[in-house]
């Protein structure tokens, strides 16, 4: 979709994946984690457009904050733009104190709840971001309401 609001034409994609192992036993809130097995993983996809690599999205996923020392941290997404203008953006999620999981599943859940409306009001079919006008939160400034029992 990226690809397609650039007005670009994929001629591959590039998977990739590295994993990193545990060098000893321990344990986390899903279970234990055994030594020699997956304790953090690396993928990517990424478009290659007119012969280079131009479009990429990468994740790392630790189950230990010691794990895979050498790659990315951090919490949130960033975008690196190389081209003109060059820039980074950077979003963090639950920055309050907040359970950063919880807050990436509100943060999700929002979206798709915004997004109906205007979903609805499209004609039948497969429609993107491209497709639909900007979605943006509602009463998201308001604070929380009481719901009734």
């Known amino acids: 979709m990226v690809a397609e609001a650039c007005d670009a034409t994929i001629d591959d994609i590039v998977f990739e994946r590295d994993v990193w192992l545990a060098g000893e036993d321990s344990e986390v809130a899903a279970g234990p984690i055994a030594t020699g097995t997956v304790a953090a993983m690396r993928f990517s996809a990424t478009a290659v457009v007119d012969g280079r690599r131009a479009l990429t999205v ?3 996923t ?27 953006l950077e979003s963090r999620i639950a920055v309050a104190g907040e ?46 309401r009481t719901l009734p029992a």
Do not use: N, Y
């Open 62 to 88: 630790r189950l230990r904050p010691d794990a895979a020392p050498d790659w990315p941290t951090g919490r949130g997404w960033k975008v690196e733009v190389q081209g003109l203008p060059s820039m980074v």
């Open 99 to 144: 359970d950063d999981t919880d807050q990436g599943c509100l943060g999700t859940a929002m979206h798709a709840v915004h997004a109906v409306v205007p979903v609805c009001a499209t004609e039948p079919g497969i429609a993107t971001f491209l497709d639909l006008p900007t979605i943006v939160g509602r009463h998201v400034l308001r604070p929380p």
């Open 58 to 60: 990468e994740h790392v």
